[in-house]
């Protein structure tokens, strides 16, 4: 296939759902309870509420929404600092529009924004740099967040800083790892995935090789999924598939894009400009080793953790958010105690409302379940 109407295609769709639901009813686990199949990727979760995904599949089989989300995963503690940063003089403050809105211990860099910081959207690590060179009086400051599909642009543009001596060009650099979180996932106590949709677009950068020990040592299935509905269908029915002949692999249903190896002209920048970090702080998953990256110290010239002297803090979430038993799979978001109520996308208590990837906005915006209605009910 190779139009997006062929992706989209009703025929086919109908086809790939009827083979689902035989194969769930195939399925026989241990446990009287639900196939769970966790979609890592916050776009996948998009997906999968947009197109009415969640509505289609047998009962028996449900979707459990994991940490793919990089704006949904921030912790408070890093939006302190970014305001931190943003609150000195002479500083131009940016980052990506999803960013803006997620609530610090008190503020969010919106708030920051209104009362009178410059902190300005923009689209592209690159954008930031063009900033720095039309604004040498003023220190700059790129937000870098994001897995590993944002990491390549981030790299690129420190090293055009640094090759074309730019001095007042910084990273707040605030870039994840896929593996450990998912690993983590994997060694959350009680954990009841069965298999794990892959996230398309870091399977684009760094290749399924690096997801061999999901099979291996856990003995779960992993396919690297695309994002229209039939990709997205297709998947599921290729870990349906494996579940039901007991095997565990890692297969690519993406491969129109993505390779096993991974892209090398992405991993080579990443690899020049960035090194792990020991610990990071995840929202909702607390610290978890080498998840995150900073930047090294051939580069350090152009961290903004050293320019600002930041330190690492932990900021406890606020008690009536409950976005950490929803990144585990423990919690669906309509299950949190002020989802649709105190927390929307208008006024997001947790960073999972915030971004347009995040399962609380998904589920806020597509999703139509009866349990939101009765929400709303209650409160009348």
Known sequence: MKYVDEFRDPGQAKKILKAIAKLCSEIKLAEDRPIQIMEVCGGHTHSIFRYGLNQLLPE?????????????????SVIDNCIRIAENENV???????????PGSSKSLLDVKAEGCDIRMVYSPLDALTLAKKNPEKRVVFFGLGFETTMPSTALSVMQAEKEGVDN??????????IPTIKAVLDSPGMRIDGFLGPGHVSLIIGTKPYDFIAHEYHKPLVAAGFEHLDILQSVWMILKQLKNGEAKIENQYARLVKDTGNASALNPIATVFELRDFFEWRGLGSINHSGVKVNEKYRAFDAEIEFNLKAVTVIDPDVCQCGEVLKGILKPWQCK??????????PLGALMVSTEGACSAHYLYGKNIDLINIKTQEQ
């Open 338 to 347: 002020v989802f649709g109520k105190g927390c929307t996308p208008e006024t």
């Open 169 to 178: 060009f910084y990273l707040f650099c605030n870039h994840i790892t896929i």
């Open 92 to 102: 131009i403050f940016t980052t990506f529009g999803d960013a803006m809105r997620v």
């Open 60 to 76: 028996k089989l449900d979707f459990v929404h994991g940490p793919g989300c990089p704006v949904c995963v921030l912790p408070r």
